[in-house]
């Protein structure tokens, strides 16, 4: 089967039901598809063929369902670009794909200047102007019916580049329609006029999610950027049943002063990704939003790979903390704890998490030195460094380039993280290494803590010691009221605030 095939049978089943919502319009499956149909005709008519990368940069909204749907109907493949990247970045994305046409929204045009001439493969930049709709509206509603296969290229998107320049993920339709059964597998049924609010980019992780909503005869709401309190009401006079959200716009929404305030009674799945959560986010999240909130782990070479609802979740059983864990491994997923010769270790033992599913990348695009080196006997080795309990509890105790050695011990970030936001004055908190004399290295963190907190650094350095021990815990701790920098899906940039500490070292490691 391919993406195709079934987005195009589910506009037959659901024709007048509604499938978007954006930009303060509302449309039907025959609608939606219509547009996405002028769109992909637009696309083929300057000369693109089915395979044929096509870059994106742009919002959400109506302009990027339609392009979602259009990419879809034409069979072309389409390479999210990200509006907080830089420029080189950009450039990266499309050289590597060799994309010959990029689609932009007005405000981000001016991010391409140059591309043009710079890429040999790049022909064209379409930019949506004021008169996107006349454009759009030139252009016939026939279906261009083009061939598909399921093992056709359906999306690159690019890993986060934390340790060199982005990697090209490559999923085939195959693959896209697996991930999406595996998102939901577990999740209550998706039910026709059920609605699914996508606050972060449908080009990434929120995504995942369009594709099952719009099987399911469910609408998909598109809100252009996250601010809490607007986030919060849509929830509310939507009837949102689904979302997807990393834990800091989590966090967000629960500290939004109008929140406690809200009917939230149709909501039906807070689907929770992408970073680690800390305890209180997640106790407070499930005193706000119910009884609701699911928790997976994966990455985008192979996802979702682990799955938890709010019953495994919140609950007590002996030899777990479900609480600090990730999920348990899905019906369609492998899950394996490696150590350095990439031997599987029993369970309860700490290694390299080693992933394996029928949703997970083809490949890196056009780097297979890169695959060779994540992908052995067709697993994905993650580099994140967790452990598997008796009863099938995955923890993340870390991603293994952010791991601290102090003394000769190993000193997780997350673990200190926990517990310095389970303090009710901090908001979030990022904990890193910084150099130090006598062991090497020690951790560090800063906290953004609430406006009027009583709390000290010396406090909480009092806290980390007592609930982890002394030599855990952090050398110095800074406090803010400012929200810590974040990577474009929302993720706290530990290296954006470890970086000054180590100007003068060549290596941003250190040893006694």
Known sequence: MDVRSLMRRAVLFNGQREAIVADGRRLTFEQSWERGLRLANALLSLGLKPGDRVGSIEDNGLQAADFFLAATAANLVRVPLYPRNRKET???????????????????????????????????????????????????????????????????????????????????????LAAGRDWLYLFPPVEPGDKCLHLAPISHGSGYLFVPMWLGGASNVLLGGFEPAQALAVMEEEGIGYMFLVPAMLNQLNHEPTARQRDFSKLKCLQIGAAPIADDTALAARDIFGNVLWQGYGQTEAVPVTMMGPNQWFAEIEGSNPLRSCGLPLPFADVEIRDEDNNPLPQDEEGEIALRCDGQMAGFWNDPAGTAERMVDGWVLTGDVGMIDRNGYL????????????????????????????????????????????????????????????????ELIG????????????????????????????????????????????????GT
Not at 416 to 437: I, S, Y
């Open 90 to 176: 950009h450039a990266h994305m499309l050289g590597n794909t060799g994309c010959r046409v990029v689609i932009a929204a007005q405000q981000y045009v001016h991010e391409l200047d140059g591309l043009l001439e710079e890429l040999p493969d790049l022909e064209q930049v379409v930019t949506r102007g004021d008169d996107y709709e006349d454009w759009l509206a030139g252009f016939p509603a026939d279906d261009p019916d083009v061939a598909v296969d399921a093992d056709d290229y359906f999306i690159i998107r690019h890993t986060g580049g934390t340790t060199g320049l982005p990697k090209g993920v490559a999923y085939t339709h195959r693959a896209w």
């Open 395 to 458: 923890y993340l105790l870390d991603r293994a380039g952010d791991m601290i050695v102090s003394g000769g011990y190993n000193i997780y970030p997350a673990e200190l993280e926990n517990v310095l936001c389970d303090h009710g004055d901090v908001v979030e908190a990022a904990v890193f290494a910084v150099p130090d004399e006598r062991w090497g290295e020690s951790p560090m963190a800063v906290c953004m803590v609430k406006e009027g907190a009583k709390v000290t650094a010396d």
């Open 463 to 510: 806290l980390c010691a007592d609930r982890l021990g002394s030599y855990k815990k952090p050398k110095q701790i800074e406090l803010t009221t400012e929200p810590l920098p974040k990577s474009i899906v929302g993720k706290i940039q530990r290296k954006t605030l470890r970086e000054p500490h180590w100007e003068g070292h060549e290596r941003r490691i250190s």
